[in-house]
């Protein structure tokens, strides 16, 4: 026999969006019921994703730091990787922050049920229970926040201990001696990255003509230019068209835009194609929400369904598939809810690729300024003329900033280069607060130090940088 409950604000789905959502509508006064097969809430972001990968990317970055560090006059002997003790501590981080969350929901009073649910109708979930049991929830409003699973390729063999997703990736279960990475996006250079620090000669192969398409080029190839030292080969225009798990490793046969196919074993591979949303497993037919040809729930600015009484955020409410994207429309629907006057619509959500140097843009890139056709002035300030840069060894990222002409506000910002993920938060701010590009030359920004690049690259606009000097057109 099924329980029965019922709750004023049930939240399906305990990641950075469902719990950023639950936590505020808490915060506000709602009775909320916070739903996740997990132990705790966190989903795919602290368990599966940005945190347990962020972990190991900043073990990648000191290790090959330590192999720069001979050019600084410190000599390391190559580093020795205890495996099972970065694997431990990879897994403490997780369990740290996902208990903490734990304890923040107990602190707030949310009712955590740890299970799976469906609709039954628009008012009423079912939710089978972790162990076995089912639960009948009746809810005033839900906020549906299930997120997304990672895509494969038609053909591939499923996914095993040999041709991983990025779960069985951030599993770290050894250290292959060759690694093929399928899509040349953000988990496969992440992954790439970290996996080719501990050791693994790593591939990576990509249908695009370029690594993460649709980001800038220029920032990208700060990053390529990187890449190339540290992967085996990177394989643009090229399709795997077979794939086979054999007893010794995978054997994958390569289609190149000339045609030409190549065979090469690995001995793991990584499949890094994208992500899908988890609209399919809800039962959302016992409901009117409408989902897209991609299985995207159709939300308006609110992030309301079709359902007055039912809302979804994150992942599963559409591109891009970021938690900060989540954890802010997760804000909007609760004020929503509330009776406020909201509507989630920013003018900058920043991206970053934790990769060494990292790249991060936000607000208009120059790649949809093209598209739309839109005159824009970008200015470029290039590294090699930063103090701080040359102190850190690396003189080879750039800050830009993309400037309407006729009013000179900030309408986007890009950076490649360690921090670029820290820096880009002012970026945001500008691009949301309207700044003029003279805003950011009028701020004094602290010496030395990489964000005074931001200040610099908006000085260059007016052709007044002290730091770089570019001849004035006669
Ligand atoms: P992605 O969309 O970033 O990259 C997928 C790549 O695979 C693309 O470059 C695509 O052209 C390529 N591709 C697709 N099919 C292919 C094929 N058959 N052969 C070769 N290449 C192919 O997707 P992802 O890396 O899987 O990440 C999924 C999502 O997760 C991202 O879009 C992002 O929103 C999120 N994510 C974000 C971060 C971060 O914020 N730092 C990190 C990891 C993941």
Redesign the pocket.
């Known amino acids: 026999m099924a329980e029965n409950k019922s709750t004023q604000l049930a939240v399906i789905g305990g990641g950075p969006g469902g719990y950023a959502a639950a936590f505020f509508a808490a915060d506000i006064g709602m009775e909320v019921t916070l739903i996740d097969p997990d132990v705790n809430p966190g989903g795919v972001c602290l368990y599966r ?2 945190i347990p ?1 962020k972990a190991l990317l900043h073990v990648a970055r000191l290790v090959n730091e330590t192999d720069e560090a001979a050019a600084w006059g410190v000599n390391y002997e190559k580093p020795e990787i205890n495996l099972n003790r970065l694997r431990s501590w990879k897994d403490e981080v997780v369990k740290k922050l996902t208990g903490g969350l734990g304890q923040l929901t107990k602190q707030r009073k949310i009712n955590y049920v740890r299970g799976t649910a469906v609709f039954k109708d628009s008012k009423t979930l079912e939710v089978k229970l972790h162990d076995g049991q089912k639960q009948t929830l009746t809810f005033e409003t839900a906020i549906i926040a299930t997120g ?1 699973y ?2 494969t ?1 038609p053909g591939f063999p499923p996914f095993s201990s040999r041709v991983m997703d ?1 779960t069985g990736a951030l599993e770290l279960a050894d250290i292959p001696k060759s690694l093929l990475v ?9 992954m790439g990255t970290v996996y080719a620090a501990l050791g693994t000669k790593v591939t990576v ?4 003509p370029g ?3 649709g980001v800038d080029r220029d920032l990208v190839n700060t990053l390529a230019k990187r890449l190339d030292k540290h992967f085996e080969s990177i394989l643009l225009k ?3 068209v077979e794939m086979k798990e054999q007893k010794n490793g995978v054997k994958v046969k390569f289609k190149s835009e000339d045609d030409k196919e190549q065979e090469k074993r690995f001995d793991k591979v990584l499949v ?4 899908k949303p988890n609209s399919q497993n809800l039962d959302l037919n016992n409901t009117k929400i409408e989902i897209d040809h991609r299985g995207f729930i159709k939300v308006n600015p609110q992030r309301r369904t079709a359902e007055p009484n039912i809302y979804a955020i994150g ?1 599963i409410a559409g ?5 900060h994207k989540a954890s802010h429309e997760g804000r909007v629907a609760v004020e929503a809810i509330a009776g406020k006057k909201v509507a989630f619509e920013p003018a900058a959500i920043p ?4 990769t060494d140097p990292e790249i991060a843009w936000c607000g208009l890139t120059e790649t949809e300024a093209k598209k739309q056709n839109r005159e824009i002035k970008t200015v470029r300030f290039p590294w090699a003329a930063s103090g701080r840069a040359a102190t850190l060894g690396r003189s080879d990222g750039v800050t830009k900033l993309l400037i309407d002409p006729q009013t000179e506000r900030v309408l986007g910002v890009g950076i490649a280069g360690p921090g670029a993920g820290e820096m880009i938060a002012e970026g945001v701010l500008a691009v949301e607060m309207a700044a003029l590009v003279s805003d950011l030359s009028l701020t004094i920004h602290p010496h030395p130090t990489l964000t005074e690049t931001v200040m610099e690259a908006a000085d260059l606009f007016f052709g007044r940088s002290t730091h770089y000097y570019r001849p004035k057109k006669k």
């Open positions: 994703g940005c990968s997304s990672p895509a390729v990025s399928v899509g040349g996006g953000y988990i496969g250079l992440e192969v990509e249908m695009m690594l993460l398409p090229t399709t795997v890094a194609v994208g992500r992942d591109e891009p598939m970021l938690a991206a970053v690729v934790f």
